[in-house]
């Protein structure tokens, strides 16, 4: 399918309850020519309704999360994990902590609220605070075992600063969730709060409920203002001291640091001020939802139903912004359920003054929560209009990066029906092919190689990075040192702007990664075409005994630098099958360089190199055992691998390249037992930005693996090259 861009772009800047609702809009009815980027620090959004839930064993953390990378990949919507710096709303560009800015022709903020931290100065490992939710469960979890290896005695004192619902549903909960981490020691809970009422907002009945709870469990709750934080004591404005072991922190909600950078009207407390349409008083195309904003002449609690009702709201007037008409107004609603976790299968309703408990009202919020989350946890792929033939393909969808290079059977059988001339300056080229090619100029050498492929993931600057490493690591796999990069690049049809900021974004990744090793982008020729497409010629200098494939010697072991498994992840992720944490492990790895592996490989003058990538380790593999003539033993439960790769493979997701990768397998010895095996497909996996595969001499194997660990830490031993031989063959244990 022919890709065009957008004429308009719609930034979503935090993932929360409102802007959610924006994506799940947008897998149903997507906006005409317009693409939806969405900003958040990390890969999930956390629903605070159930965090306490997962506190008390009533769900499992993944029942709260909703997972960005596939619901942004099933909205066709590009997601950006990185820190926003500042906003300029001239230029209608966002600034990151990490890589170039962006443009928006309208921004929705949702970034939400942050605890009060006046008293505390993020250095005392006894305060947890609330929020990020993302990672409260594991920040507690690090804290409270500390704590409890810290400290002596038979119990174990916790205290909730904050007396709100939040405050109250954890005081409430953590009982049940805390007590496999106290070593057998007592728990003992104490709520302070600066003003009497026990979940601030709720009725009189409804908090009369809560303190029977309270008075049942023996947990205290103190009226006090907190002036002071010690470790895990705290100083009250009345002149007591609660000594205690770890903190609590979910105080009266503050705008976030975010807000303070931006430089638009805000409230007495740092929200942005809106009109009753969320949008800016400034009359920016920017709105401001949830918890970030305010809307003048009304003064809302800081709660997620608020942001809920908004949803609607938003998606009308994101595409009315768009198209220059009238918005439409929010009018907050006066009352809400409320619903109060007892942690035990019981809760605490409250409406409009009426208060009921029990197991049914817990029932009730579980239906409730239950079903909320279900919106957003669907990662189908949306098939709104979609031309039949491409709903048809969607399960062959090809796959890009590496994993869309041509067969190596094809290239092969092609270049055997050419007669290529041949020139006495060059030194390795196409009669012996390797990594790059190096030709002799008047008593020089060069190097030289090219690589480029279709963008694999929605991110022009990620893809620009890899896509610079991918064609550095030719270079690097060969000893030599990159001196000046040539850029190739396909541009789809669009405005000018939109094919300027793509190009930008493209050419600012790989720059960031030739500025590294000191490599010059010195030309290059972009066209425009069917998809984007991205890749590098290079120019380096070799050393005097270049690194060949070739060179492998009898006893050496093979170490390969990073995971297999990439090729299949991506695939999923065009699919929407690729879990975050998968994403999140797999990125950073991509985004490493070979580079420093080089360096610690020429240290130890390691004989053959080359690196993995489209072929996969079984096709890259065998290009050395037939450069060498020797064969060789792979040991498949020694290979590293991405998580999730095996999973995938099992479930027949695999890499377009794969089945042509796997033509190589006629000259594998693998047990019948293997063969069917993930592990073993994994071989024949594409890989995208993959690592180096050396040949060590055994008596320098331990140091080597020592040092490349620190640069490239999944780096392992796998196997070990065999005697020569007539033919050449490939033995998996």
């Not at 100029?441 to 022009?460: C, E, H, L, M, Y």
């Not at 055994?698 to 660990?709: C, F, I």
Request: proline content about 5%; glycine content about 8%; overall charge negative.
């Amino acid at each position: 399918m022919r890709e065009r861009l957008p004429r308009h772009d719609v930034v979503l800047l935090g993932v929360g309850h409102t802007n959610a609702h924006i994506l799940k809009m947008w897998k149903m009815q997507p906006y005409t020519d317009v693409r939806l980027t969405c900003i958040s620090n990390y890969s999930v959004a956390t629903y605070s309704g159930m965090l306490p839930g997962v506190l008390a064993g009533q769900y499992k953390t993944a029942d709260m999360e909703i997972d960005l990378v596939r619901l942004c990949a099933s909205a066709n919507s590009r997601l950006i994990i990185d820190d926003v710096d500042a906003i300029d709303f001239e230029e209608r560009r966002i600034n990151f902590a990490n890589r170039p800015s962006i443009r928006f022709d309208a921004l929705s903020i949702g970034v939400g609220s942050v605890p009060n931290q006046d008293l505390l100065d993020g250095k005392n490992p006894r305060v947890v605070l609330i929020k990020p939710m993302q990672t409260f469960l594991e920040r507690l979890e690090t804290a409270t075992r500390i704590a409890v290896s810290e400290t002596e005695g038979d119990e174990f004192r916790v205290t909730i600063v904050g007396g709100g619902v939040g405050g109250v549903e954890i005081a409430l909960c953590l009982q049940q969730g805390i007590h496999t981490w106290l070593a057998g020691r007592k728990l003992i809970i104490r709520v302070i709060s600066s003003h009497s009422a026990l979940g601030k907002g709720v009725s009189a009945a409804a908090e009369k409920s809560v303190r029977k709870e309270f008075d049942s469990r023996n947990i205290e709750h103190i009226k006090d203002r907190v002036v002071a934080v010690e470790a895990g004591n705290v100083e009250l404005e009345s002149g007591g001291n609660i000594e205690g072991d770890l903190i609590l922190w979910a105080t009266t909600a503050e705008a976030p640091p975010l807000l303070h950078n931006i430089d638009l009207p805000k409230d007495d407390r740092g929200f942005l001020l809106t009109k009753d349409t969320l949008q800016t008083t400034a009359d920016h195309p920017v709105f401001a939802v949830g918890d970030t904003g305010t809307i003048e002449n009304h003064r809302t609690a800081k709660a997620g139903v608020y942001a809920v009702r908004q949803g609607p709201i938003l998606w009308e007037n994101l595409q009315r912004i768009l198209h220059n008409q009238p918005l439409e107004k929010y009018q907050p609603q006066k009352n809400f359920l409320k619903l109060v976790n007892l942690g035990d299968g019981r809760a605490v309703a409250d409406y409009y003054g009426f208060s009921w408990s029990g197991k049914s009202s817990w029932r009730l919020k579980n239906y409730i929560d239950v079903k909320f989350m279900r919106m957003y946890q669907n990662y189908s792929p949306s098939m709104m209009s979609m031309p039949a033939e491409d709903e048809a393909a969607i399960a062959h969808m090809r796959c890009a990066g590496c994993g869309g290079k041509v067969g190596g059977s094809v290239l092969h059988n092609a270049l055997a029906r050419i007669t290529i001339p041949s020139n006495d300056q060059v030194t390795i080229g196409l009669d012996e092919p390797d990594d790059v090619a190096v030709i002799s100029t008047r008593g020089n050498s060069i190097a030289a190689t090219v690589d480029f492929f279709t963008s694999f993931i929605d991110d022009p600057y990620i893809v620009g990075r890899v896509a610079a490493l991918n064609a550095l690591s030719d270079l690097f796999a060969s000893g030599a040192r990159p001196v000046a990069a040539l850029a190739v690049a396909t541009v789809p049809l669009g405005r000018p702007r939109h094919q300027e900021e793509l190009l930008y974004q493209l050419l600012a990744g790989g720059i960031e990664e030739f500025r590294k090793v000191d490599t010059a982008l010195v030309g290059g020729h972009t066209i425009e075409g069917p998809q984007t497409t991205i890749g590098y010629a290079l120019i380096g200098e070799p050393e005097e005994a270049p690194w060949q494939k070739g060179n492998c010697e009898e006893g050496d072991n093979l170490i390969l630098t990073k995971p297999l498994g990439s090729g299949v992840l991506l695939a999923a992720h065009m699919q929407a099958l690729c879990r975050a944490a998968w994403m999140d492990e797999l990125r950073p790895v991509l985004l490493t360089s070979n580079w420093d592996a080089a360096q610690v490989a020429r240290k130890f003058q390691v004989r053959a190199v080359t690196d993995v990538t489209g072929f996969g380790l079984a096709g890259h593999m065998l290009e050395m055992l037939r450069a060498s003539g020797h064969s060789a033993t792979l040991q498949l439960d020694s290979i590293p691998l991405f998580s999730g790769a095996c999973k995938l493979i099992e479930t027949g997701i695999e890499s377009t390249l794969a089945p042509a990768n796997k033509e190589v397998s006629t000259m594998i010895d693998v047990a019948p037992r293997w063969e069917s095996t993930p592990q073993y497909k994994t071989l024949f996996d594409p890989q995208t930005s993959g690592g180096l595969l050396l040949a060590v001499a055994p008596e320098k194997t331990d140091s080597a693996l020592e040092q490349l660990r620190v640069v490239s830490p999944h780096a392992a031993v796998i196997g070990q090259i065999g005697a020569k031989g007539s033919e050449v063959r490939l033995v998996v244990k």
